[in-house]
């Protein structure tokens, strides 16, 4: 069998603030494949953040291990870990996060700038990255002249512009109405279709995690249940806004493994 992209065992995270300690992972035990689409659900305070920093690598847990690609995460040195997050892993965040003096394009070039490539090939992977989310034409648009759901597009074509193997999401869509949620879902499906992207998003919308291929549920730190997706819903990914329901009957068993 093929080594999982992600495997935690016995993950755990305990905060310490002073007299009060907090456990925000407990015990997670979980892997996931190359190509899965998952979605982590969970009300506030449950976890999901933190596991997604964990998995992202910007935070380490205080119990349990870690692979990713098979290699043991806390074997890494900080400078092993810069570049697992810039070569490895997409990220995409609630609030876009993008700096508001750039441009599209400026914002889309930056995860190259801070790996060295040149300029001319910057600009070409850049526009290309802006083309496959759809919203070349504002290149040269600040954040602030595009809407939200633009501003995440711009964000998710700055996320795969390295080639990423895993994008992790945390409420990708928790700024967005529902037309824009559901053309970034869209995206995210193409992505995961087409490149075999492997996806990790964070949300507390059923309806949005019926994009997913799989949902995990946590509560109180704790992974509660696992399971397939049945009912998948299916978006175009063009951007109009013409998510629907896949038409397979739940009866075929959904998605293997
Ligand atoms: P979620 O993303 O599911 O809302 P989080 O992972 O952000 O949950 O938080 C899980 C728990 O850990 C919460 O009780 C939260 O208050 C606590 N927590 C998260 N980050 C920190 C931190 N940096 N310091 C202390 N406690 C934290
Ligand atoms: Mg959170």
Known sequence: MAVPVIEVVGLGKTYRLGEVTVEALRDVTLSIGQGEFVAVM????SGKSTLMNILGCLDRP???IYRLDGKDVAEMDKDALALVRSRKIGFVFQMYNLLPRMSAIE???LPMVYDAVPGADRRRRGREAL???GILD???HNPSQLSGGQQQRVAIARSIVNSPSLLLADEPTGNLDTAASDDIMGIFQRLNDERGITLVLVTHEPDIAQFA???LRFRDGRLVSDEAVRDRRRADGDGHGTAGKEGTPAEDGGEAG
């Open 62 to 64: 205080t119990a349990g």
């Open 138 to 140: 504002r290149e040269h």
């Open 107 to 109: 914002n889309v070039e």
């Open 131 to 133: 083309g496959s989310v």
């Open 213 to 215: 291929k799989r949902i």
């Open 42 to 45: 969970g009300s506030s305070g």
